[in-house]
């Protein structure tokens, strides 16, 4: 309701509501806040060709990464890999692609054009088995692999298997452990702006050392570790991108505790959180802005668990849900064809990535939950005939990259776009 005053001569009369600020007035961090809460793709775009000061603001890298972190990735597929008794590179690991739907056009045409077995490039040989140095893959994100050649990884390639296109370069100059098998853990880190990645390297010896490569530079850093040292259970895996966050899950099989390697990438420095459960829960790191940065995400008994810090610097549960009292069918699984555990992949945008598997049949459900409307996407992983492989190792879910808004200058590639 509108404000009353009174005049002078005892009357009443309205007052003036001020007019509403212009929207050329509005700042480029405002408008930048209202371009990330669009919709969707086509209404970025919109916006972004009304005028040349949205168009900047739209085409500005850090809000269009913003803008992506709020939406679901369209999903290619996943790929998996069978587990050995070594880790990678020890381990030639079989590939197994599965994918996620037929029904869009441009996902299902990446599905099925996209070399995920990385073997349709005519500059990535496949080695010869008995010297040990086929190309092994060691870890994926924004739709790129890291691959490695050799039982000790010597030669590195990042491939975008849906362009078909690679880049090739050489391990970084650390210094030499004491023992050969002390191997380096790899992670890469993608930018889905502009198609840029990081690898990250990893050595334990007498004093753990890391370095970085960039696709900007093409070169090596090193990264200093400042006083932050891995005491307890070496990385037993390569490392997994977790939006600003690398990490490396240890190898605790003995441990009393879960104690995680946690780079951030933003500000290269390194720490090692505890997690808020015991050793042998599957779990990922995930980075969610509204809820503070870094967050957990574990399942146990088909349950999954949202962890949050507290205003003590613990842990609490933000969210939790029991995936066989909410999904009927899920449960009917578990009886029917003997589905038990439930390993977390990934998370991105509130979407959490899963594998439901059998402990005595080869075939999976790759899952796709919806933490914010407890909705369930379920693919279903079937071994064609006469595979009975478990692909119990790494696995990795493969997102679509979106090309990102062009330059307001540049009128043509953004009335295509």
Known sequence: MEPWERSERGGVKKTKTPPAPPVAALTDHLLGEILRRLPDMASLLSAALSCKSWGRVASNPAVFRRFLSLRRPPLVGFILTDRGAKPVPFHDPDVCFITASSRHPKLASAASNGDFHFQNHPEIDHGNPRHDNGWRLRGCDGGLLLLSRGRYGDDLAVYDPLERTVIFFGKPQLPTP??????????????????????IAIQHGEEETAAVFSSRTREWAMIA?????????????????????????????????????????????????????????????????????????????????????????????????????????????????????????????????????????PNSYLLVLNLNTIKLQIIHNKPGPGDDKNYRGAAFPVFLRLAPIPARDDDKKLQDA
């Open 225 to 361: 570790w400042g006083t932050v040292r891995y005491r307890f259970a070496w990385p037993y895996s390569d490392g997994i991108a977790a939006g600003q966050f690398v990490y490396w899950r240890p190898n605790t099989k003995y441990e009393k505790k879960e104690e995680i390697l946690v780079l951030h990438m933003k500000t290269m420095s390194w720490s090692v959180i505890t997690a808020p459960f015991p050793p042998g829960e599957s779990y990922c790191i995930a980075d969610m802005v509204e809820h503070g940065g870094l967050c957990i995400v574990s399942s146990k008994e088909q349950c999954v668990k949202l962890w949050v810090r507290d205003n003590n610097g613990g842990w609490s549960v933000k969210k939790e849900v029991s995936l066989l009292n909410q999904f009927g069918y899920l449960k009917k699984l578990r009886r029917d064809e003997w589905m038990k555990r439930v390993r977390i992949l990934a998370m991105k945008a509130g979407y959490v990535y899963m594998e439901f598997w059998s402990i005595r049949k």
């Open 178 to 199: 004491a023992h050969r098998w002390c191997n380096v853990r790899h992670a890469i880190v993608a930018d889905e702006v502009d198609a840029s990645f990081q690898v």
